[in-house]
Structure formats: structure tokens, C-alpha cells
Antibody, heavy 116, light 109 residues
């Protein structure tokens, strides 16, 4: 089955760190660029970061630049998001998503709550 | 930054009726890199339309996308019970950041 499964969410204090993982299966992971997107009731869907197939090209939204780091391990069919200096406004459901457009596929999401 | 404005915010219709959802971009969308997603409570967004008018795998043909430049439309010709949900448009080509509209809720009247 073609799927993406996120993990690593949870409760973290402001200023803390968290690492999200996304496990891909059912397709050739190394053939696709990957993305992280988050969703909050207030701001809706927000793209955070993209990474190319070989990690040569990486892009971030201004809201997370300098705090979040995207990476991938094609041998492990996995995508990661290292989140540092977390703020209350980072509270959201975080989704990994395969290349947008025709190849579009999203995981079920993992909840990150930033609160003291 | 691209701003996508969806209208209306909420559409109240009955099963069997036609739904027309609008997505307007603040600048022209490169090569029609415009997608539509459906989201139901507790679920991830599901890709419906890419390239403004191409249906994703498994999407019924009562759903169709159209438009170019700055004006795009998602049409559901005859609403089925499973079509009542949130719908988002997204621009994903050419210009960063990738952005989403704020969504249109299609609810049962």
C-alpha cells in the first residue's frame, strides 16, 4: 500500500525541540521531492519546507527558517523535520506530503502541542 | 507572496445540487500549477485536482476543475453525501512560498 506515516509529535515546552519522522512505503521514495505542511484552526494549511530527491535543494517558509531543518534518508525511506526553539504558535497538526501535483499524497498527520 | 482567496466561505446545498467553488489568486499561477483538495474531519487533505483541471486517481468525474491565470473553479455537478467536506485550493508551481486558500466548507442544507 502506498502510504506516508508521520510520528514524533507530542507535548513540548516553549523553547524546546522535537524531531518528526515520516516513513514512506509502497513507492520509490528516492524518486520524489517531499514536503512538510502544518494545519491549525486559525491559520489553516501552511507549507513549511520542501526537499528535493537528493537533498540538493531545500526551501523553507519564513515562519520556520532558522528554527526547523528538513532532511531525508533515502536508504531508510524516511523524511524528517527537526524543530528547535518551538513557540506556542507552532502548535499544529504536521503532515508530510509527497511531491505536489499529480503525485500528491499526504500522511495522516502528527499533533505537536507547544505549551508550558 | 501568492494569496489565494476562496469563496464562498460556506456553501449550503442539498444532495443532488451543483456546487461551484472559486479560488482567486493575487497573481497569475505559473503553468496552472493549481490543485484542489478535499478534507473531512480528522483526516488529511486528499488530492482531487492538479494542474487546474486534471483529476487525481480515483476521483469521480462529477468533480471537475477549470480556470487559468488568476481565476479557478472547482465544480461538483451533483452533490453526493460523501462530498460534504472542506475544500482547499493550492498553488504549487514556480513561486515560493507554496500557498493554500483558506477553504470553502460545503455543508448540507
Amino acid at each position: 500500500e502506498v502510504q506516508l506515516v508521520e510520528s514524533g509529535g507530542g507535548l513540548v515546552k516553549p523553547g524546546g525541540s522535537l524531531r518528526l519522522s515520516c516513513a514512506a512505503s509502497g513507492f520509490t521514495f528516492s524518486d520524489y521531492s517531499m514536503n512538510w505542511v502544518r494545519q491549525t484552526p486559525g491559520k489553516g494549511l501552511e507549507w513549511l519546507s520542501s526537499i528535493s530527491t537528493s537533498s540538493s535543494y531545500i526551501y523553507y517558509a519564513d515562519s520556520v527558517k532558522g528554527r526547523f531543518t528538513i532532511s531525508r534518508d533515502n536508504a531508510r525511506n524516511s523524511l524528517y523535520l527537526q524543530m528547535n526553539s518551538l513557540r506556542a504558535e507552532d502548535t499544529a497538526i504536521y503532515y508530510c506530503a509527497r511531491a505536489f501535483g499529480e503525485s500528491g499524497l499526504w500522511g495522516q498527520g502528527t499533533l505537536v502541542t507547544v505549551s508550558s | 507572496e501568492f494569496v489565494l482567496t476562496q469563496s464562498p466561505g460556506t456553501l449550503s446545498l442539498s444532495p443532488g445540487e451543483r456546487a461551484t467553488l472559486s479560488c482567486r489568486a493575487s497573481q497569475s499561477v505559473t503553468s496552472s500549477y493549481l490543485a484542489w483538495y478535499q478534507q473531512k474531519p480528522g483526516q488529511a487533505p486528499r488530492l482531487l485536482i492538479y494542474g487546474a483541471s486534471s483529476r487525481a486517481t480515483g476521483v469521480p468525474d462529477r468533480l471537475s476543475g477549470s480556470g487559468s491565470g488568476t481565476d479557478f473553479t472547482l465544480t461538483i455537478s451533483r452533490l453526493e453525501p460523501e462530498d460534504f467536506a472542506m475544500y482547499y485550493c493550492q498553488q504549487y508551481g514556480g513561486s515560493l512560498p507554496i500557498t493554500f486558500g483558506q477553504g470553502t466548507k460545503v455543508e448540507i442544507k
